[in-house]
């Protein structure tokens, strides 16, 4: 028993943690940095206000997480983001490809628990901040409610990834909130007042349908009058969650200090949309529904921005710009919303794709004025049309990741983040980087500690694409449909291909490239064939004259005929894949890009992959074959395609697939590093949208290494990770190694990225 007088003043239970590496935010980005700091040697310590972690993508708000790819709604080509990010949605993906929100809490949980250099503290809000200096953090303190205890966190280095800024807020950095003008960075889409400088917040609501009627009396702060929300007729008993993204409100208002007066607002539409489909008797069909689930807390847009040494501006965007520095990328569109967000007369958003993707420099990543405070999520350096790209989750893991690795490789070499900006502190952290699996436009890992430089490799078989079979649909020509190609320089080879047409026509096909090495945009017409088509089903043939300089993926482009089918394959192969001129109105794609005015964006069609099963290859023969898929692939350090496939892909009729290293003497080997194929193109969004699998099709799941006696040194069956890690309880000693793949299906060779070697 506890048992205590009267005394004038009790203080609270305080406890000091120290660390190397204070990240403040739990949110994806939060999570991401933490992780990839802590696996970089770094002791971290993972503050979160909320008792879950993941922000936006947690269940407490339940927004799908999405980057570059855009619900493959771009054309941005195998561009989902790497590293711990992609871990994350890939585990996600084979326990959970119903997207149930809850089970995505218990994978960013597990993943976080899992790392013992890590300590987490949930439920504890950042309040305060000590300074040890006027640029230099020395401490922050929180308090949790749960135990009633306040924490001092002491360390060198703090990430700020609160979404609001709390730590950079307190400790004086420069920040902005709201919209530069056109005039003062030149950017032609800045929104005028009018159309409002924020971005607001959102509340999501489940229904569930229990089987028998249900009625609904609504609360008395439900909105009564429907038609305020101009929008109001795209309602219907079937969107739920943050398919009704547009639910947003804020805009108008401080979207830090009035969060609280926004979520009253969101609740009385939420309600009040509700009360709509259950009592206004235009939707029969939500009789049997019931509201299963309402957020409590908005999900957050946009507040602070804080400034770094350079600010992100959308001419670096649109113009795809070369950073020296760059250490992730983004590839969301420049999607902006009007402020007056669901009550606007206006559309819910307003959205401009790049033709690829773009850059994140390392200096939008700390701040400015703070010596040692880094800056992750949605607070990086950027203006607000630049941040309604970088805005989004997974872009902003994907720079949290650049910050945990750099926050550790400032540990250990006793710098500042700034050091980092430049020279060889910038090539370790680069070259560190792509090690992870983080994929940064135009860097290639080259790492002379990999023992595999100096072994000679070999395999048993590579792919010699000469056909894709006709095994599969028949596609109707009712939209534009393409089949890419990686082709190595030289001329086009000859292509022949199935097609069935209903009466006679003319069938027009070209042969397009991107204008830049690394974009999927096919805005370059090399050639045009026009063929002349006979009733019922025929092979043709398609000559090219044009001879190519450098690899480069082309685009057969069949055009729009609705007298025309083209036959299918069943085949899948990585690095190669079908794409349509179709529309996707979640992302604004309307086939075209075309801007009525000059708003600093280009114009340029939209060729985009359909999701599984769809999204068969085009039926084919190529003569001579493509010769683009050997092992040469494996050095050139790429985890995905690119320009080329940059893949080791196997003959499909290999039974046994497999790599051999040799290696003139004996080696000491500890560990390895293999990196396959997740399907990058895949968006994998946690939640609604359910996948049509739990593993890639590309993904190898079975493998097998020996040694130089054929001795078994492990075996993997089951693996679904792009990064599979061998690490040997004791190393061995061996001049040669042989990797043993399955194919992961009779439609699917077997392929790999990267082997790497390390004696540790």
Known sequence: ????????????????????????????????????????????????????????????????????????????????????????????????????????????????????????????????????????????????????????????????????????????????????????????????????????????????????????????????????????????????????????????????????????????????????????????????????????????????????????????????????????????????????????????????????????????????????????????????????????????????QAVGLAAALCTRHGVEPRALGQGALLAELLQELLKTGQHIPGQHLHDPADLTHGAARSVSSELILTTLLPDGPWLPLTTATAQLLPLAPGPVPQIHLWVEASAATTLTVELRRSSKPDNHTPDLTLETRHLDLVPGRQRVSLNFSSVLEAPAYAFICLLKNEHVQVAASQQRLTGVLSVFNQINPAVSNYGKQEPTEDIGVDTFEFWCPQRRPAGHNLALTLTPGLSVFGPDNLRTGLHRPTRQPNAWVADPADLDPTLTLTWPTPQTIGRLELHFDPDWDHPLETVLMTHPETVSPFCVAEFVLCDEHNQRLYYCTGNHQARHTIRFAAPVQTSRLTLHLRHPSAQVPASLFEVRCYPD
């Not at 309602?235 to 401080?254: K, S, T």
């Not at 390392?362 to 630049?386: D, K, P, Q």
Request: glycine share 10%; net charge negative; aromatic share 10%.
């Open 1 to 400: 028993m506890i048992k205590e007088d009267f005394v004038s003043h009790r203080d609270l239970k305080t406890e000091h943690l120290t660390a190397d590496l204070v990240v403040v935010g739990g949110g994806l980005a939060g999570v991401c940095g933490a992780i990839t700091a802590a696996r970089a040697g770094s002791r971290v310590i993972l503050v979160q206000d909320r008792p879950v972690l993941g922000g936006n993508a947690s269940s407490e708000v339940r927004l799908w997480v999405l980057g570059a790819t855009s619900h493959m709604g771009n054309n941005n080509r195998w561009a989902r983001e790497g590293g711990v990010l992609d871990e994350l949605l890939v585990e996600n993906l084979y326990r959970n490809p119903e997207g149930n929100p809850l089970l995505f809490d218990t994978i960013l949980l597990e993943k976080i628990r899992l790392e013992p250099a890590i300590t987490l503290l949930l439920n504890t809000a950042v309040m305060a901040v000590e300074k040890s200096g006027p640029d230099t953090v020395r401490a922050v303190r929180g308090f949790c409610s749960q135990n009633s205890t306040l924490y001092e966190l002491t360390a060198p280095l703090f990430c700020d990834a609160s979404g609001d800024g709390i730590v950079a807020f307190q400790a004086g950095a420069a920040f902005r909130m709201g919209a530069e003008s056109s005039e003062e960075l030149g950017e032609k889409f800045a929104p005028s007042q009018e159309y409002g400088e924020l971005l607001g917040h959102s509340i999501y609501f489940y229904s569930k349908d229990t089987g028998k009627p249900v009625r609904f009396v609504p609360p008395a702060f439900a909105l009564q009058d429907i038609t305020r929300i101009p929008r109001y007729r795209r309602f219907n008993a079937q969107q739920q969650g943050c398919q009704l993204w547009w639910l947003e409100y804020g805009g108008r208002l401080d979207t830090v200090h009035d969060t609280e007066q926004i979520k009253w607002e969101l609740w009385t539409v939420v309600y009040g949309v509700w009360n709509y489909i259950k009592n206004s008797g235009q939707f029969p069909e939500a009789e049997t529904l019931t509201l299963e689930w309402v957020g409590t807390i908005p999900g957050k847009r946009e507040s602070r921005r804080f400034e770094g040494d350079y600010l992100l501006r959308q001419q670096d965007l649109v113009e795809q710009v070369s950073f020296a520095d760059a250490v992730a990328f983004g590839g969301w569109s420049i999607d902006l919303h009007p402020a007056d967000g669901v009550f606007s007369e206006k559309p819910g958003c307003n959205q401009w794709h790049t033709k690829g993707l773009y850059a994140i420099p390392y200096r939008c990543l700390y701040s400015r004025n703070l010596r040692n405070v880094f800056l992750a999520g949605r607070l990086i350096s950027a203006s607000h049309v630049a941040f309604g790209s970088t805005r989004v989750m997974a872009t902003g893991a994907h720079v949290a």
